[in-house]
């Protein structure tokens, strides 16, 4: 499995764009970069997933360079709602993507006023 | 429509004690997996279900854990007999089979689990 790194902790303010990015050196040809979202007490919850480019849905923009060696999640014009922890997992989704997922340490993002 | 549901929010129970934990898929889920958050790690798989067989079970940390999913509807995790280090939050999720979605996982709210 890619192993991932992304930052401990961000902080930013309300309104502005933020930008969380993770590397995965490792990364494999099969591999899909997904991001997942979690709040206090709740489950994590799916944002995004990509291959390569960019990806964009309602919520963020999934930017991917070429080598994929690294992914960054964008938020746009944060609000306080979006305190939460940020997970980047890299898997295989060859087999319809129902294998276990596994989790690093996230980002924690604090959104000040 | 319901998400994953899980019963119950909290646990505690003394150490030795038995604790069973329950999930309820998504309707028409087929994938139930099982993960956990032991205090200040990072959430760990524990297994993963097809209907009602058990597709991966690598995770699970030791034969005093059971998880079971009768008919392919809800699942239960047993823990028999519970130590101090089976503490922390246990996470169910589920998935539908593909192709369809994005091989997304929608989570429950989790069980805290505190063994004394």
């Known amino acids: 499995l890619a192993k991932t790194t992304q930052p401990i902790s961000m902080d930013s303010y309300e309104g502005q764009e933020v930008n969380i990015t993770c590397s995965h050196n490792n990364i494999a040809t099969n591999d899909y970069i997904t991001w997942y979202q979690q709040f206090p007490s709740q489950g994590p919850r799916f944002i995004i997933q990509?291959?390569?480019t960019k990806v964009t849905n309602e919520v963020a923009s999934l930017f991917i360079p070429a080598d994929r060696k690294s992914s960054t999640l964008s938020l746009p014009r944060v609000s306080l709602s979006d305190t939460a922890v940020y997970y980047c997992l890299v898997g295989d989704r060859s087999g319809g993507g129902a294998d276990g997922l596994t989790f690093g340490k996230g980002t924690h993002l604090i959104i000040q006023p | 429509e319901a998400g994953v549901t899980q019963f119950p929010s909290h646990s505690v129970i003394e150490k030795g004690q038995t604790v069973t934990l329950r999930c309820d898929p998504i309707?028409?889920?087929?994938?139930l997996y099982w993960y956990r958050r032991v205090m200040g790690k990072e959430i760990k798989f524990l297994l993963h279900?097809?209907?009602?067989?058990?597709?991966?079970e690598s995770g699970m940390p030791n034969n005093r854990f059971l998880a079971e999913r009768t008919g392919g509807t809800y699942s239960t995790l047993k823990v028999q007999p519970a130590e101090l280090e089976d503490s922390g939050v246990y996470f169910c999720?589920?998935?539908?089979?593909?192709?369809f979605g994005l091989g997304e996982q929608f989570f429950g709210p989790g069980t805290r689990l505190t063994v004394l």
């Open positions: 990509g291959y390569k």
């Open positions: 999720a589920s998935s539908p089979p593909p192709p």
């Open positions: 309707s028409g889920h087929d994938n």
């Open positions: 279900f097809v209907k009602e067989s058990k597709q991966d």
